[in-house]
DNA sequence: GTGAAAGCGCTAACAC
DNA sequence: GTGTTAGCGCTTTCAC
């Protein structure tokens, strides 16, 4: 392996001055610059980043903390691209990813005793599951984190304005005439619990009444099961409603196989409205309407926050991203 | 930070046992080891990764390469799964996973160059595009690699076993009357290459004569679009094709399309036959007949041949996972 | 502008 | 069983 030592041996400075020259140091001249890069470049020079990092305490690596116990976890579009758009700023910025997990050196440990351990410079975490005691453990740690559709005074977020596209998904739905709309939520999670106070404040704005029964929770993990079972459970509702918001699109997905089942149609018999874009549900027939969530944006904003706060920025921030509703067929005019 | 001097000096033991304790030595008395085991725990003590990997050269993280270019990397579910597998036996096994790209600290470098910088015992590479230099680099250096859907002499490979899956795939359509098969291939990629191959054989096993007209490329990506490309183009066929195998499920969807748009229908008037079994596949309509390939076996394999690789073996491994046929919808009997 | 010296936290001979 | 010593490759005072 090249050192600086074969570089400062070969140019006959020292490796202090080496060492400035990768550091873009102000004081070296030119002259010398010109031949230590050369020199490097001769011997095909590479830093250690290990040998940086243990001098500077700075690993220029961000840990991606994701949902592992679902198996869901990387395999949902969501966080695909949520973590795409993420790793492109990152990368620009000069820091590389890594996943943490629970486990390491094969054993069981936190995911803040694995940050330190690897000395990771930030972390990202988009995990629905905020109860987990690690992931606390984490949030009261010092270390810079940004999380994803989570709410925080101590860490930075991000997340889709769920809100607005809930708001959008009812008034949709309304415009089209329905007045029965259902809603199949995503769970005790942040974002399951935003588009539900969605959906509620628009029917409220409405002025349409909300039944009980038209209310199913699906799972946090947002399966195309969990949303079966759920428009299972409407079907069962003493009065069917004519139109479902369902949180997700997966669940939405789930809810359309389980109406199809039961000898009705979508839209003819029961108009469904999703929320994410994934790419399959533009395929499905009938094609889901659904609220597109940017996940590119929201990785990219992320990524902005967490690097602004490892660069020291220490105002907590938090922003939300623009959705917008995306119609196609499986939506009828009553 | 606590270091193993603070525990040295708590215990009034030297570095270098505790330094034993932590790395199993045997030479260490037991009570020794409980004393030390117990002021690391009290003191809340980790170790620094980064100055281990300095001194043994091991850093204990797997690089991960994948497509970057055409941004579907990361979001194709053949990638997704395929990772999800390999990080769970690298994870159980003591390696954390680092995505690796051609950009470190801002700046442009190779794959080859990025490795060695951050010192990855190893590094798994999911890229159909095998001819980028950056690639074939790393594939001439002595870095531990494992390659998926690949192939090499110096490198181990893992693949799904394309050939029997896509005579699998002529036969099912053979089986169920149909003679005129054509074929939407996934470009010049390995995979789509031995599908094709697998394709030709069939034909020629089968003593069906192929159109060239009915053989058509799909680009390397694998995406929808491509699928519909093709599929318009098997439709100007002077004979129309009555069942068309694609290289992939996306491809196979983009065709479902073109059919479609045409005021076809599949299976009616063209039946359809994927390869990959993503999960979206199921809830088309018709839902899609396809050849699913074990992407989390594929990750598992990766992982334990490269790890076999880091740790000291030398053998170069090959390996081919079994492919499986999936019958659904769109497909029918002649 | 340049360099000497110390140290980041850890492990690996080797001696005792 | 335990400790001494040196060194991994780099950065950082601080002096010149």
Known sequence: MITIYDIAKLTGFSPTTV??????YADVSPKTRRK???AAEQLGYLPNAHARSLTTKRSWTIGVLFNEPSGAGILHPYFAGVIEGFKKVSTSRGYDLMFISKDI???????LEHCKIRGVDGVVV????????????LLESSI???LLDQESVTKS????DNMAGSIMAVEHLYSLGHRLIAHIGGGNTFAGKKRLQGYLHAMEELRL???????VQGSYDYTVESGRLAMEELLQASERPTAVFAAGDNLAVGAMMAVKSHGLSVPGDISIIGFDDIEMVKFLTPSLTTIRQDTYALGNKAADMLIYTIEGGDEVQSDMIPVQLVIRESCRSL
Chains 1, 2 share one sequence.
């Open 209 to 215: 009444s909300v039944n009980p029964e038209h209310v």
């Open 105 to 111: 050196g094969g054993k069981k440990s936190s995911y």
């Open 157 to 160: 977020t991000v997340c889709s």
């Open 126 to 137: 988009i995990l629905p599951d905020f109860t987990d005691p690690y992931f606390l453990e």
């Open 36 to 38: 230590i890069l050369e």
């Open 144 to 146: 810079p984190c940004v």
């Open 19 to 24: 060492s400035k020259v990768f550091n873009d």
